[in-house]
């Protein structure tokens, strides 16, 4: 089945700074790659998405890029605010089908520190 | 409007005794998702229901759980003779059909067996 490495476990930024967080999956025929943000206690909620047939997708501050050859993709979250913290997990789904369920990363802590 | 409601919150139940669970999706919803949390990990899949079908319950940890989805709706996560191992956040989520790939979860429902 599907598996998902996420990098790295922990991140602390200073406002105003930018963050990386970064994926691996390793089921070729996978095709949707969302992101999540769960603050503590709460449920988790998506933040952006993409598709296989797209390299790249922006809104606002958040961009996520997809590299389907090398299987990665990466969150970017530029002009990071105090707001920001809280552990961010990727996903990713299989072919369809029959069977849409995600398989998640073990999520990042991110500290965005004022 | 509503989003995805899942009862009761938390649970404590001693060792040995049944629970059940209740999920509320958006209605209209078709597809329904089952995921465990246990802390400070990602969601890990248990089962999906596409209407009142349960397509995929391979997550499933043992014969002790149990999930169903009668009228395409509701839908229950039972767990038979609950044990220190099931306690985590139980996360319930919908999802339209195959136009779209959103995932909505729930607030979860926190168990925790003594």
């Known amino acids: 089945g599907e598996n998902v490495e996420q990098h790295p476990s922990t991140l602390s930024v200073q406002e105003g700074d930018s963050a990386v967080i970064k994926c691996t999956y390793s089921d070729s025929a996978s095709n949707y790659f969302p992101w999540y943000k769960q603050e503590l206690g709460k449920r988790p909620q998506l933040i952006i998405d993409i598709r296989s047939n797209v390299g790249e997708k922006k809104d606002q501050r958040i961009a996520v890029t997809l590299n389907k050859t090398a299987k990665h993709f990466s969150l970017h979250i530029t002009e990071t605010q105090p707001e920001d913290s809280a552990v961010y997990f990727c996903a990713a789904e299989g072919s369809g089908g029959s069977n849409y369920k995600l398989t998640f990363g073990k999520g990042t802590l991110l500290t965005v520190n004022p | 409007g509503a989003g995805v409601s899942q009862s009761p919150r938390y649970k404590v139940a001693k060792r040995g005794q049944d629970v059940a669970l209740r999920c509320d999706p958006i209605s209209g919803h078709v597809s329904l998702f089952w995921y465990q949390q246990a802390l400070g990990q990602g969601p890990e899949f248990l089962t999906y229901?596409?209407?009142?079908?349960?397509?995929?319950k391979s997550g499933l940890p043992s014969d002790r759980f149990f999930a169903e989805r009668p009228e395409g709706s509701v839908s229950t996560l039972k767990i038979q003779r609950t044990q220190q191992e099931d306690s985590a956040v139980y996360l319930c989520a919908s999802r339209e059909g195959d136009r779209s790939y959103e995932q909505y979860f729930g607030p979860g429902t926190r168990l925790t067996v003594t």
């Open positions: 229901f596409q209407n009142e079908a349960q397509l995929d």
